[in-house]
């Protein structure tokens, strides 16, 4: 007999079959038992009927405990009715481990005691969906990047610099040295972009913010392509197309899994190339019309500011050209103004929050070495950095996704801490 995967399971019609499978819920009467079987791979309904099957079978399909491991052999049949396209109508059991006291019962649990439970909530069905759109996510920025001419680059993660600022570093030992724990490879990224043109990066990154949002954590994966001989507005043209590929993508390849999680696609396929823009000037113009009195120009956005400014279009907006001294050192300066940058935040609809940022870089010799001793950077943990700005200097622009922001967004999570495995958040090391 074919030992089979769930997922597999609708080219299996009318054929018998076994699955490894965990009991993920059960209903039954005295004749008919109804187990709600998991592999892993997907979701199924097994049927199991007294008459059919004899006393001794049913009583221990009757038995089986939540989580409980099994092999079931049975007919997959045709079922129309479900989403998935298919039943098991089982003819044998054979059970591998009875579970004991399985925690995550079918009821409602608090927050605090899920997380503490995180090694078997990723088994849920909900966790599950969220977990396949994050590989898909992944799956589909490697095949953008690799089909646009980029070249995958993996940047140090124990580092000496700080790309975003001192604040927020991890601070460990290296032997006799301090080293920090990367919060962007960003830097290396530009060195690498100088010698194969056009880069992405795709790895864990820290930030020891002391932020308790539903955006922030503090152990994160993000995306940094980096390209040489691009300039800002081509660089917003990169992120667009991209962004719209990473969508189209889950739409077409996850949709049992947008499903069950009852998201609202139709704001999904929207999520096309190209995405409004609005500058910074104009965002504190429409923020005081709109009354947010609690903002001035030069000052950082907060979340409600975001929110307020994405809700006023029905795709990702970029908010270009911040000023100057609320963005990292190496970001180039606009052409015609020295107080603003040629940066851009891309915002997530639906009040996601920021998904990328970005920027044209400093190419200058001289500028650059201004705004490290500006920003109080020990430069000499910066001279290869600087050194690139001597050996054929070029334009070059890059930006960073957040990766857990963005299939928080895209699966509808309403915190990052369910688009990542194990998070890491201010008060959890656990599990
Ligand atoms: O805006 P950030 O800090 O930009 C950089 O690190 C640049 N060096 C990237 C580059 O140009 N190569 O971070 C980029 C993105 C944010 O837009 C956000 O999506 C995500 O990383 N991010 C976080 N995600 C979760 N938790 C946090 N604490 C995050 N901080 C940033
Ligand atoms: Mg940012």
Redesign the pocket.
Known sequence: MKKIMIQDMPGHIGETVKLGAWLANKRSSGKIAFLQLRDGSGFVQGVIVKEEVGEELFATAKGLTQETSMYVTGVVKEDTRSSFGCELAITGIEVIHAAVDYPITPKEHGVEFLMDNRHLWLRSRKQHAIMKIRNEVIRATYEFFNSNGFVKIDPPILTGSA??GTSELFQTKYFDEDAYLS??G?LY?EAAAMALGKVFSFGPTF?A?K?KTR????E?W?I?P?MAFVEFEENLEVQEQYVAYIVQSVLKNCKLELERLGRDTSKLENIQAPFPRISYDDAIKFLHEKGFDDIQWGDDFGSPHETAIAEHYDKPVFITCYPVGIKPFYMQPHPERDDVVLCA?LIAPEGYG??????ERIHDYDLLKQRIAEHNLDESAYAWYLDLRKQGSVPHS?????L??TVAWISGAEH?RESIPFPRLLNRLYP
């Open positions: 790309p975003e919060q962007s960003q990224m930030r913010e932020s955006r922030h954590l503090i994160f993000m940094e980096e935040d920021e998904i990328i940022g970005g920027s890059g930006f960073g996704l957040g857990e922001r990052v």
